[in-house]
């Protein structure tokens, strides 16, 4: 599967987002899809994910209650809404997929074996 992701920018902190992560090559339903985000000099970390296996969304502390996750089959699209946006959400978000993840690996980057190319965007104070 190949994933494109899209919807960086700048937004001021307060603010709302969407970014999109569109999927082809195969249904991004056959797979556990997530978000990753990386800010300068330091490491990949899990944002969300939607846990194919269960059929529900899972996410970080740091998001929880602002972020939301959701798939679109019909359009093979994966989207994470990002409201409350706060400056250090600026990071470059990454879409992944993998179609054997297990729960216990849902937040390891290392386990996840499709990658989109990255979409950074910057919340100004």
């Known amino acids: 599967v190949q994933l494109q992701a899209c919807g960086g920018g700048l937004v001021q902190a307060g603010g709302s987002l969407r970014l999109s992560c569109a999927a082809s090559?195969?249904?991004?339903?056959?797979?556990?899809m997530g978000w990753f985000r990386q800010a300068p000099g330091m490491e990949r970390e899990f944002v969300a994910a939607f846990f194919r296996s269960y059929g529900r969304a899972y996410y970080a502390d740091s998001v929880k209650d602002r972020f939301t996750i959701s798939r679109d089959n019909a359009k093979n699209t994966v989207y994470l809404q990002m409201n409350n946006l706060k400056p250090e959400d600026s990071a470059v978000y990454y879409c992944?997929?993998?179609?054997?993840?297990?729960?216990?690996?849902?937040?390891?980057?290392?386990?996840?074996?499709?990658w989109g190319q990255g979409t950074e965007f910057t919340v100004s104070s």
């Open positions: 090559g195969r249904a991004s339903s056959s797979y556990t």
């Open positions: 992944a997929a993998d179609n054997s993840i297990i729960l216990s690996s849902l937040q390891n980057p290392r386990q996840y074996d499709y």
